[in-house]
């Protein structure tokens, strides 16, 4: 049995994903802004775009269904606490290619903030559920990250505003359930 957990916090822990949500899609436009074609291109296509170490959201609904709570909020805490590490990268590359955009540069850095808030909060949420936070490897970030050319910076940071947007729709989706099931 579960310890009891506080609908608050499933609630304070959905609107900060729910924010993020939004903040994403604004970091991704923003991005696309400042790299030039083919990013600030119509039509771009993120066809099988991946990246070592980031991980993917994708999972089939059967499969998501199928997972316990454990396993969902699991995943996402060893996500996003691999995204802290990549947001960072990607601040960096961009404050080197872009150091003018300055509202690209306030977004990723708020994004970073952020997103170190809903790991505290999954950990948080997890704790409360008596479930064991997952152990997360220290350094994700692939070798050679940082002597990568400025067009592998672009692709990476893409692939990172990307990645983390599918993320945070999967997490909205997560809680949403996770609040169903916490109703009163």
Partial sequence: MSAPLSVTSISQTYSLAVLLRTNTAQLLTTYHKYQGSPFSDRGLSDHGLQLTGLPVAAASFCAWRQQSVEER??????????????????????TALNPT???????????????????????????????TIPEVAVDRLPAGSLSASDWERKIRGYAVCLGLTNWLERTVRDLTFLKKKHRQ
């Fill in 73 to 94: 909020l699991g995943e996402n805490f060893k996500a996003y606490s691999a995204y802290i590490e990549f947001l960072r990268l990607v601040t960096d590359d961009q």
């Fill in 101 to 131: 955009a300055l509202d690209l540069l306030k977004l990723l850095r708020k994004t970073h903030s952020r997103i170190r808030m809903l790991v505290g909060k999954l950990a948080g949420l997890m704790t409360g559920l008596g479930l």
